[in-house]
Protein backbone atom coordinates (compact mmCIF):
# COMPACT_ATOMS: atom_id res chain seq x y z
CA UNK A 1 0.00 0.00 0.00
CA UNK A 2 1.36 3.41 -0.97
CA UNK A 3 1.37 6.20 1.48
CA UNK A 4 -0.06 9.20 0.63
CA UNK A 5 1.99 11.60 2.48
CA UNK A 6 5.13 10.03 0.50
CA UNK A 7 3.21 10.92 -2.62
CA UNK A 8 2.32 14.31 -1.33
CA UNK A 9 6.01 14.89 -0.52
CA UNK A 10 7.74 13.70 -4.01
CA UNK A 11 4.52 13.28 -6.43
CA UNK A 12 7.03 13.32 -9.04
CA UNK A 13 9.01 10.65 -7.97
CA UNK A 14 5.66 8.89 -7.65
CA UNK A 15 4.33 9.65 -11.27
CA UNK A 16 7.85 8.23 -12.79
CA UNK A 17 7.88 5.31 -10.72
CA UNK A 18 4.65 4.79 -12.51
CA UNK A 19 5.65 5.42 -15.94
CA UNK A 20 8.06 3.09 -15.24
CA UNK A 21 5.14 0.57 -14.51
CA UNK A 22 3.63 1.30 -18.15
CA UNK A 23 1.01 3.08 -15.80
CA UNK A 24 -0.25 7.00 -16.41
CA UNK A 25 0.47 9.80 -13.90
CA UNK A 26 -2.02 9.84 -10.89
CA UNK A 27 -0.62 11.94 -8.08
CA UNK A 28 -2.87 14.93 -9.29
CA UNK A 29 -6.14 12.82 -8.72
CA UNK A 30 -4.64 10.93 -5.62
CA UNK A 31 -3.42 14.50 -3.99
CA UNK A 32 -7.24 16.39 -5.16
CA UNK A 33 -8.84 13.25 -3.24
CA UNK A 34 -6.53 13.94 -0.29
CA UNK A 35 -6.90 17.67 -0.25
CA UNK A 36 -10.72 17.09 0.05
CA UNK A 37 -10.36 14.65 2.30
CA UNK A 38 -8.35 16.88 4.74
CA UNK A 39 -10.55 20.23 4.19
CA UNK A 40 -13.44 17.94 5.70
CA UNK A 41 -11.42 17.03 8.80
CA UNK A 42 -10.67 20.40 9.49
CA UNK A 43 -14.15 21.71 8.84
CA UNK A 44 -15.10 18.96 11.25
CA UNK A 45 -12.34 20.35 13.68
CA UNK A 46 -13.59 23.77 13.23
CA UNK A 47 -17.19 23.43 14.02
CA UNK A 48 -16.16 20.82 16.73
CA UNK A 49 -14.39 23.55 18.16
CA UNK A 50 -17.01 26.44 17.53
CA UNK A 51 -19.50 23.67 19.37
CA UNK A 52 -17.62 23.67 22.83
CA UNK A 53 -17.06 27.43 22.66
CA UNK A 54 -20.73 27.78 22.26
CA UNK A 55 -21.59 25.32 24.98
CA UNK A 56 -19.33 27.38 27.41
CA UNK A 57 -21.36 30.56 26.43
CA UNK A 58 -24.44 28.50 26.47
CA UNK A 59 -23.67 28.10 30.21
CA UNK A 60 -22.31 31.16 31.34
CA UNK A 61 -26.02 32.92 29.78
CA UNK A 62 -28.53 30.71 31.34
CA UNK A 63 -26.24 31.30 34.74
CA UNK A 64 -27.25 34.75 34.14
CA UNK A 65 -30.84 33.85 33.50
CA UNK A 66 -29.97 35.53 29.24
CA UNK A 67 -32.25 33.96 26.35
CA UNK A 68 -30.05 31.20 24.60
CA UNK A 69 -32.25 30.03 21.79
CA UNK A 70 -29.83 31.67 18.86
CA UNK A 71 -26.64 29.80 20.45
CA UNK A 72 -28.52 26.96 20.62
CA UNK A 73 -29.72 26.99 16.60
CA UNK A 74 -25.92 27.71 16.12
CA UNK A 75 -25.10 24.86 17.95
CA UNK A 76 -27.50 22.65 15.55
CA UNK A 77 -26.85 24.14 12.27
CA UNK A 78 -22.75 23.02 13.84
CA UNK A 79 -24.18 19.81 14.71
CA UNK A 80 -25.58 19.23 11.30
CA UNK A 81 -22.07 20.33 9.97
CA UNK A 82 -19.93 18.56 11.54
CA UNK A 83 -21.99 15.51 10.63
CA UNK A 84 -21.56 16.30 7.41
CA UNK A 85 -17.80 16.81 7.32
CA UNK A 86 -17.21 13.79 9.16
CA UNK A 87 -19.31 11.87 6.38
CA UNK A 88 -17.14 13.82 3.55
CA UNK A 89 -13.90 12.61 5.58
CA UNK A 90 -14.64 9.50 5.53
CA UNK A 91 -16.04 9.27 2.09
CA UNK A 92 -12.87 11.01 0.96
CA UNK A 93 -10.69 8.45 3.19
CA UNK A 94 -12.77 5.34 1.76
CA UNK A 95 -11.92 6.52 -1.98
CA UNK A 96 -8.15 7.43 -1.41
CA UNK A 97 -8.04 3.58 0.33
CA UNK A 98 -9.53 1.77 -2.66
CA UNK A 99 -7.70 3.99 -5.19
CA UNK A 100 -4.24 3.28 -3.50
CA UNK A 101 -4.85 -0.56 -3.05
CA UNK A 102 -5.14 -0.85 -6.85
CA UNK A 103 -1.62 0.80 -7.45
CA UNK A 104 0.90 -1.55 -7.53
CA UNK A 105 4.44 -1.16 -6.04
CA UNK A 106 7.15 1.27 -7.46
CA UNK A 107 10.33 -0.06 -9.14
CA UNK A 108 13.79 0.13 -7.15
CA UNK A 109 16.05 2.73 -9.00
CA UNK A 110 18.26 -0.65 -10.09
CA UNK A 111 14.92 -2.40 -11.72
CA UNK A 112 15.56 -2.35 -15.49
CA UNK A 113 13.26 -0.50 -17.59
CA UNK A 114 11.07 -2.68 -20.20
CA UNK A 115 7.32 -3.23 -20.91
CA UNK A 116 7.45 -7.36 -20.66
CA UNK A 117 9.46 -10.37 -20.30
CA UNK A 118 11.27 -9.51 -23.63
CA UNK A 119 12.72 -7.64 -21.57
CA UNK A 120 14.19 -9.35 -18.73
CA UNK A 121 18.37 -9.29 -18.02
CA UNK A 122 19.69 -12.59 -17.36
CA UNK A 123 22.71 -12.03 -14.59
CA UNK A 124 23.83 -15.83 -14.87
CA UNK A 125 23.15 -19.17 -16.35
CA UNK A 126 24.52 -22.22 -14.17
CA UNK A 127 24.85 -25.96 -16.00
CA UNK A 128 24.64 -26.81 -19.71
CA UNK A 129 21.56 -28.11 -20.92
CA UNK A 130 22.09 -32.21 -21.66
CA UNK A 131 23.24 -33.40 -25.57
CA UNK A 132 20.64 -36.03 -25.79
CA UNK A 133 21.57 -38.80 -28.31
CA UNK A 134 17.94 -38.71 -28.82
CA UNK A 135 15.17 -36.52 -29.32
CA UNK A 136 13.97 -35.90 -25.44
CA UNK A 137 10.20 -36.02 -24.54
CA UNK A 138 8.11 -33.75 -22.98
CA UNK A 139 7.25 -34.98 -19.27
CA UNK A 140 3.28 -36.13 -20.32
CA UNK A 141 4.77 -38.70 -22.75
CA UNK A 142 7.37 -39.65 -20.13
CA UNK A 143 4.80 -39.85 -17.27
CA UNK A 144 2.40 -41.54 -19.57
CA UNK A 145 4.71 -43.81 -20.43
CA UNK A 146 5.56 -45.07 -17.14
CA UNK A 147 2.56 -45.27 -16.41
CA UNK A 148 2.68 -43.47 -13.85
CA UNK A 149 0.86 -39.92 -14.78
CA UNK A 150 -2.53 -39.84 -15.48
CA UNK A 151 -4.61 -36.47 -16.70
CA UNK A 152 -7.12 -38.49 -18.01
CA UNK A 153 -8.71 -39.85 -14.51
CA UNK A 154 -7.88 -36.11 -12.97
CA UNK A 155 -9.84 -34.55 -15.53
CA UNK A 156 -12.94 -37.26 -15.29
CA UNK A 157 -12.72 -36.17 -11.62
CA UNK A 158 -12.03 -32.78 -11.61
CA UNK A 159 -11.87 -31.37 -15.13
CA UNK A 160 -8.97 -29.52 -16.70
CA UNK A 161 -5.81 -28.34 -15.36
CA UNK A 162 -5.65 -31.12 -12.74
CA UNK A 163 -3.30 -34.50 -12.72
CA UNK A 164 -3.07 -38.06 -10.69
CA UNK A 165 0.40 -38.96 -9.96
CA UNK A 166 1.53 -42.77 -8.88
CA UNK A 167 4.11 -44.90 -7.88
CA UNK A 168 7.61 -43.83 -7.95
CA UNK A 169 6.78 -40.33 -9.49
CA UNK A 170 4.61 -39.85 -6.13
CA UNK A 171 7.52 -40.96 -4.34
CA UNK A 172 9.80 -38.63 -6.51
CA UNK A 173 7.40 -35.44 -5.90
CA UNK A 174 7.73 -36.24 -2.19
CA UNK A 175 11.21 -36.40 -2.44
CA UNK A 176 11.97 -33.33 -4.05
CA UNK A 177 9.78 -31.27 -1.84
CA UNK A 178 11.59 -33.49 1.66
CA UNK A 179 14.93 -32.35 0.00
CA UNK A 180 13.70 -28.51 -0.24
CA UNK A 181 12.83 -28.71 3.15
CA UNK A 182 16.03 -30.29 4.69
CA UNK A 183 18.31 -27.44 3.07
CA UNK A 184 16.21 -24.93 3.97
CA UNK A 185 15.45 -26.09 7.71
CA UNK A 186 19.62 -26.41 8.39
CA UNK A 187 20.91 -24.06 10.42
CA UNK A 188 22.05 -21.02 8.62
CA UNK A 189 25.84 -21.09 7.58
CA UNK A 190 26.69 -18.50 5.68
CA UNK A 191 23.93 -17.50 2.95
CA UNK A 192 22.38 -20.63 3.27
CA UNK A 193 19.60 -22.78 5.70
CA UNK A 194 17.83 -20.99 8.39
CA UNK A 195 14.11 -21.37 7.63
CA UNK A 196 12.18 -22.12 10.51
CA UNK A 197 9.59 -24.69 9.09
CA UNK A 198 6.21 -23.86 8.92
CA UNK A 199 2.43 -25.97 8.73
CA UNK A 200 0.56 -23.05 8.14
CA UNK A 201 -3.84 -22.93 6.99
CA UNK A 202 -4.79 -23.18 3.79
CA UNK A 203 -7.88 -21.39 4.33
CA UNK A 204 -7.15 -17.55 4.89
CA UNK A 205 -9.63 -14.81 5.54
CA UNK A 206 -9.88 -11.41 3.28
CA UNK A 207 -7.43 -9.49 5.31
CA UNK A 208 -4.83 -11.90 5.03
CA UNK A 209 -5.07 -12.35 1.68
CA UNK A 210 -5.26 -8.52 1.29
CA UNK A 211 -2.40 -7.93 3.12
CA UNK A 212 0.26 -9.96 1.00
CA UNK A 213 -1.70 -8.09 -2.40
CA UNK A 214 -3.78 -10.55 -3.67
CA UNK A 215 -6.68 -8.78 -3.60
CA UNK A 216 -8.60 -6.63 -4.46
CA UNK A 217 -6.90 -7.11 -7.74
CA UNK A 218 -6.38 -10.71 -8.24
CA UNK A 219 -9.36 -12.12 -6.08
CA UNK A 220 -10.68 -14.07 -9.45
CA UNK A 221 -7.12 -15.93 -9.56
CA UNK A 222 -8.10 -17.40 -6.43
CA UNK A 223 -10.83 -20.04 -5.58
CA UNK A 224 -12.91 -19.10 -2.28
CA UNK A 225 -15.34 -21.48 -0.07
CA UNK A 226 -18.99 -20.89 0.10
CA UNK A 227 -18.79 -19.64 3.71
CA UNK A 228 -15.62 -16.65 2.95
CA UNK A 229 -12.23 -18.06 3.31
CA UNK A 230 -9.94 -17.93 0.59
CA UNK A 231 -7.57 -21.21 -0.37
CA UNK A 232 -4.15 -19.90 -0.10
CA UNK A 233 -2.77 -19.45 -3.81
CA UNK A 234 1.04 -19.80 -2.20
CA UNK A 235 2.00 -19.89 1.43
CA UNK A 236 3.25 -16.88 1.12
CA UNK A 237 -0.13 -15.47 2.62
CA UNK A 238 -0.14 -17.27 5.88
CA UNK A 239 3.74 -17.34 6.44
CA UNK A 240 3.58 -13.58 5.80
CA UNK A 241 0.79 -12.87 7.85
CA UNK A 242 2.49 -14.20 10.82
CA UNK A 243 3.68 -10.64 11.55
CA UNK A 244 0.25 -9.01 10.84
CA UNK A 245 -0.57 -6.45 13.38
CA UNK A 246 2.81 -6.72 15.27
CA UNK A 247 5.19 -4.74 16.66
CA UNK A 248 8.61 -6.64 16.24
CA UNK A 249 12.07 -5.91 18.26
CA UNK A 250 14.60 -5.64 16.13
CA UNK A 251 17.16 -8.18 17.37
CA UNK A 252 14.46 -10.69 16.55
CA UNK A 253 14.95 -10.10 13.00
CA UNK A 254 15.15 -11.18 10.11
CA UNK A 255 13.05 -14.07 10.26
CA UNK A 256 12.56 -16.67 8.06
CA UNK A 257 9.86 -19.28 7.49
CA UNK A 258 9.55 -21.72 4.97
CA UNK A 259 6.49 -24.23 4.24
CA UNK A 260 5.42 -26.95 2.05
CA UNK A 261 2.15 -26.25 1.18
CA UNK A 262 -0.61 -27.57 -1.38
CA UNK A 263 -1.53 -24.11 -3.33
CA UNK A 264 -4.73 -23.26 -5.36
CA UNK A 265 -4.86 -21.14 -8.31
CA UNK A 266 -8.27 -20.84 -10.66
CA UNK A 267 -5.58 -19.35 -13.44
CA UNK A 268 -8.56 -17.15 -15.18
CA UNK A 269 -6.08 -14.58 -16.05
CA UNK A 270 -4.29 -17.24 -18.06
CA UNK A 271 -6.88 -18.85 -19.75
CA UNK A 272 -5.19 -21.01 -23.02
CA UNK A 273 -1.63 -20.66 -21.54
CA UNK A 274 -0.14 -23.99 -20.59
CA UNK A 275 -2.99 -26.37 -21.01
CA UNK A 276 -0.87 -29.18 -21.60
CA UNK A 277 0.94 -31.01 -18.77
CA UNK A 278 1.55 -29.98 -15.15
CA UNK A 279 2.88 -26.33 -15.71
CA UNK A 280 0.09 -24.48 -15.06
CA UNK A 281 -2.69 -26.28 -12.57
CA UNK A 282 -5.45 -25.34 -10.12
CA UNK A 283 -3.76 -27.28 -7.63
CA UNK A 284 0.20 -27.62 -7.18
CA UNK A 285 2.57 -28.28 -4.41
CA UNK A 286 5.05 -25.92 -3.70
CA UNK A 287 8.12 -25.00 -0.78
CA UNK A 288 7.82 -21.42 -0.12
CA UNK A 289 10.48 -18.71 1.32
CA UNK A 290 9.52 -15.95 3.52
CA UNK A 291 11.48 -13.35 5.03
CA UNK A 292 10.89 -10.89 7.64
CA UNK A 293 13.05 -8.14 8.04
CA UNK A 294 14.56 -4.36 8.45
CA UNK A 295 14.97 -1.58 5.12
CA UNK A 296 18.70 -1.80 5.28
CA UNK A 297 18.76 -6.14 5.73
CA UNK A 298 16.43 -6.48 2.63
CA UNK A 299 18.78 -6.26 -0.34
CA UNK A 300 21.00 -8.31 1.08
CA UNK A 301 18.00 -10.88 2.43
CA UNK A 302 16.67 -10.70 -1.36
CA UNK A 303 20.17 -12.25 -2.71
CA UNK A 304 20.28 -14.57 -0.07
CA UNK A 305 16.60 -16.30 -0.73
CA UNK A 306 17.42 -16.07 -4.23
CA UNK A 307 20.53 -18.70 -3.94
CA UNK A 308 18.71 -20.33 -1.63
CA UNK A 309 16.50 -21.01 -4.03
CA UNK A 310 19.10 -21.82 -6.91
CA UNK A 311 21.47 -24.14 -4.09
CA UNK A 312 18.26 -26.75 -4.98
CA UNK A 313 18.84 -26.36 -8.78
CA UNK A 314 22.78 -26.86 -7.97
CA UNK A 315 22.03 -30.30 -6.06
CA UNK A 316 19.77 -31.57 -8.47
CA UNK A 317 22.60 -30.89 -11.37
CA UNK A 318 19.80 -28.77 -13.17
CA UNK A 319 20.79 -26.18 -15.87
CA UNK A 320 19.38 -22.76 -14.70
CA UNK A 321 19.37 -18.84 -15.53
CA UNK A 322 18.40 -16.18 -13.22
CA UNK A 323 17.11 -12.92 -14.69
CA UNK A 324 16.32 -10.05 -13.22
CA UNK A 325 12.22 -8.94 -13.80
CA UNK A 326 11.97 -5.43 -16.08
CA UNK A 327 9.56 -3.17 -14.13
CA UNK A 328 6.48 -3.57 -16.47
CA UNK A 329 7.10 -7.38 -16.01
CA UNK A 330 7.20 -7.44 -12.35
CA UNK A 331 4.13 -8.76 -9.88
CA UNK A 332 2.12 -6.52 -8.39
CA UNK A 333 3.73 -5.91 -5.04
CA UNK A 334 7.30 -6.02 -6.28
CA UNK A 335 9.91 -3.36 -5.97
CA UNK A 336 12.27 -5.98 -7.70
CA UNK A 337 12.24 -9.73 -8.53
CA UNK A 338 14.30 -12.28 -10.02
CA UNK A 339 13.16 -14.89 -11.51
CA UNK A 340 14.75 -18.60 -11.38
CA UNK A 341 14.30 -20.60 -15.08
CA UNK A 342 15.21 -23.84 -15.68
CA UNK A 343 15.98 -25.75 -19.03
CA UNK A 344 13.27 -27.95 -20.08
CA UNK A 345 14.44 -30.03 -22.53
CA UNK A 346 11.25 -30.98 -23.92
CA UNK A 347 10.52 -27.31 -24.58
CA UNK A 348 13.67 -26.87 -25.60
CA UNK A 349 13.67 -23.45 -23.43
CA UNK A 350 14.23 -22.08 -19.94
CA UNK A 351 11.09 -21.26 -17.83
CA UNK A 352 10.01 -20.07 -14.64
CA UNK A 353 11.02 -22.48 -11.28
CA UNK A 354 10.83 -19.48 -8.63
CA UNK A 355 10.22 -16.31 -8.67
CA UNK A 356 12.16 -14.17 -5.30
CA UNK A 357 10.89 -11.11 -4.11
CA UNK A 358 11.36 -7.88 -2.37
CA UNK A 359 8.60 -6.19 -1.66
CA UNK A 360 9.90 -3.06 0.78
CA UNK A 361 7.37 -2.07 2.90
CA UNK A 362 3.97 -2.46 0.58
CA UNK A 363 2.74 -5.63 2.35
CA UNK A 364 3.97 -4.59 5.63
CA UNK A 365 1.26 -1.39 5.17
CA UNK A 366 -1.55 -3.18 4.80
CA UNK A 367 -0.69 -5.81 7.53
CA UNK A 368 0.15 -2.73 10.05
CA UNK A 369 3.55 -5.00 10.36
CA UNK A 370 6.30 -3.09 12.41
CA UNK A 371 9.29 -3.25 14.45
CA UNK A 372 11.02 -1.13 17.16
CA UNK A 373 14.51 0.05 16.05
CA UNK A 374 17.22 -0.47 18.22
CA UNK A 375 17.94 3.02 17.85
CA UNK A 376 15.74 5.72 18.46
CA UNK A 377 12.26 6.45 19.00
CA UNK A 378 8.50 4.71 17.71
CA UNK A 379 7.87 2.25 15.16
CA UNK A 380 8.89 1.38 11.51
CA UNK A 381 7.34 -1.04 9.16
CA UNK A 382 9.02 -4.31 7.98
CA UNK A 383 10.03 -5.25 4.95
CA UNK A 384 9.23 -9.01 3.79
CA UNK A 385 10.28 -10.92 0.56
CA UNK A 386 9.39 -14.32 -0.56
CA UNK A 387 10.04 -16.40 -3.38
CA UNK A 388 9.86 -20.33 -3.90
CA UNK A 389 12.35 -22.32 -3.12
CA UNK A 390 11.19 -24.62 -5.55
CA UNK A 391 7.71 -25.10 -7.13
CA UNK A 392 7.67 -28.50 -6.20
CA UNK A 393 5.57 -29.81 -9.39
CA UNK A 394 7.87 -28.21 -11.99
CA UNK A 395 10.88 -29.23 -10.32
CA UNK A 396 9.52 -32.90 -10.87
CA UNK A 397 9.04 -31.81 -14.62
CA UNK A 398 12.62 -30.56 -14.72
CA UNK A 399 13.92 -33.77 -13.25
CA UNK A 400 11.58 -36.35 -15.79
CA UNK A 401 12.96 -34.12 -18.83
CA UNK A 402 16.70 -33.44 -18.16
CA UNK A 403 17.23 -37.06 -16.92
CA UNK A 404 14.76 -39.33 -19.17
CA UNK A 405 16.50 -42.43 -21.25
CA UNK A 406 16.04 -43.26 -24.44
CA UNK A 407 14.02 -46.37 -23.49
CA UNK A 408 11.68 -44.56 -21.53
CA UNK A 409 13.31 -44.63 -17.78
CA UNK A 410 14.59 -42.27 -15.28
CA UNK A 411 17.57 -41.71 -13.77
CA UNK A 412 16.34 -40.33 -10.17
CA UNK A 413 19.41 -37.45 -9.20
CA UNK A 414 22.01 -38.45 -6.94
CA UNK A 415 20.48 -35.82 -4.53
CA UNK A 416 17.30 -37.52 -3.71
CA UNK A 417 18.18 -41.72 -3.79
CA UNK A 418 18.50 -41.36 -0.34
CA UNK A 419 14.89 -40.26 0.07
CA UNK A 420 14.24 -43.06 -2.77
CA UNK A 421 15.07 -45.92 -0.69
CA UNK A 422 17.98 -46.07 -2.91
CA UNK A 423 15.92 -46.44 -5.74
CA UNK A 424 18.16 -45.53 -9.15
CA UNK A 425 16.02 -45.77 -11.61
CA UNK A 426 12.80 -45.54 -12.52
CA UNK A 427 10.80 -47.90 -14.68
CA UNK A 428 7.41 -48.16 -15.91
CA UNK A 429 4.90 -49.47 -13.69
CA UNK A 430 3.91 -53.17 -13.89
CA UNK A 431 0.20 -54.53 -14.37
Known sequence: MHDIRTIRDNPEAFDTGLKRRGLAPLSAALLEIDRGRRAAITQSEQAQARRKALSKQIGIARGKGEPTDALMAEVNGLDSAQKAAEKAAADAEAALAEQ???????PYADVPDGKDEHDNKEI???GNPRNFAFDPKDHVVIGEGLGLM???????????????IKGQLARLERALGQLMLDLHTAPAEGALGGYLEVDPPLLVRDDAVYGTTQLPKFGDDLFRTTNGYWLIPTAEVPLTNLVNDTVLDEKELPLRYTAWTPCFRSEAGAAGKDTRGMIRQHQFPKVELVSITTPEQAAAEHERMTGCAEEVLKRLDLPYRTVVLCAGDMGFGAHKTYDIEVWLPGQNAYREISSCSNMGDFQARRMNARYRPREGKGTRFVHTLNGSGLAVGRTLIAVLENYQNEDGTVTVPAALRSYMGGVETIRAAKG
Do not use: E, T
Not at 100 to 106: G, H, K, R, V
Not at 153 to 159: C, D, H, L, Q
Open 150 to 164: DFAAAARMSGARFVV
Open 100 to 106: LAAIPNL
Open 124 to 126: RRV
